[in-house]
């Protein structure tokens, strides 16, 4: 098939499955971000702006993903913390928020992005939610088959801190510091080198190619000195 004719294909799948998903739109998105940050402003707003970056970025390679799309996502897979400082709580607030709203699919992004493998336990944080709702995430979780949206983010949450992108390494050990480890955390770690790996695959290079600022935002330096 032509390249010409090809690119035409994909950019007809892209645009079909994203009319179809239940997201809003992307000034809807920076308004309810705007408003969750006057809440609870905190570095969680410029994560969600990285990650957001993030996922555009990838996605413009990617045959099947929708770069706005996947802004969009990213910019609202935090946003449970409009609710305040809480751990796990976020995501349940997140998708709750968005549900209310009709946008299931970014709701659904709220609780996956932190959950590279579909296991409660894998979240490394304190589980502050109802047993109610910890039963809900466990069944949630036990019947979703992830998509390729759902494994996007999960990876630029992985390479996305409040300054800017990272190695993924430099990431994984920021949230140990801060949350601890637990029996899944290399299980986990190895789940997301493992989404990273297939996403590459695809786009047919490596995501730190991708990405601006890769050394600055790991090492603290920057290339010009």
């Known amino acids: 098939m032509h390249k010409k004719t090809l690119t035409l294909c994909e950019n007809y799948v892209k645009m079909k499955y994203t009319c179809a998903m239940k997201i809003p739109s992307l000034q809807e998105a920076e308004r309810l971000l705007a408003e969750a940050e006057y809440a609870n402003p905190g570095p969680w707003v410029s994560h ?94 036990a019947s979703v088959a992830y998509n390729e949206y759902d494994r996007l983010i999960q990876l630029c949450d992985a390479i996305a801190l409040p300054a800017g992108f990272c190695l993924m390494e430099k990431r994984m050990v920021d949230v140990a510091l801060r949350y601890g480890i637990n029996d899944l955390t290399l299980r986990g770690w190895e789940a997301r080198f493992q989404i990273k790996s297939e996403i590459e695959t695809v786009i047919g290079r490596s995501i730190y190619q991708v990405l601006p600022g890769i050394v600055e935002g790991t090492f603290g330096v920057s290339l010009d000195r």
Do not use: K
Request: glycine letters at 8%; charged letters at 20%; proline letters at 4%.
């Open 48 to 141: 969600s702006r990285n990650v957001a970056t993030a996922a555009r970025l990838v996605a413009v390679h990617h045959p099947r993903l929708d770069p706005e799309a996947s802004f969009i996502l990213g910019l609202l897979h935090d946003i449970g913390r409009r609710e305040g400082v809480t751990h796990l709580r976020h995501q349940i607030d997140g998708y709750n928020f968005l549900m209310g709203l009709g946008y299931q699919d970014a709701a659904r992004i709220s609780l996956t992005h932190g959950f590279p493998i579909p296991e409660l336990n894998v979240y490394n944080g304190n589980h502050d939610c109802s047993s109610a709702e910890l039963t809900f995430l466990e069944e949630f979780l």
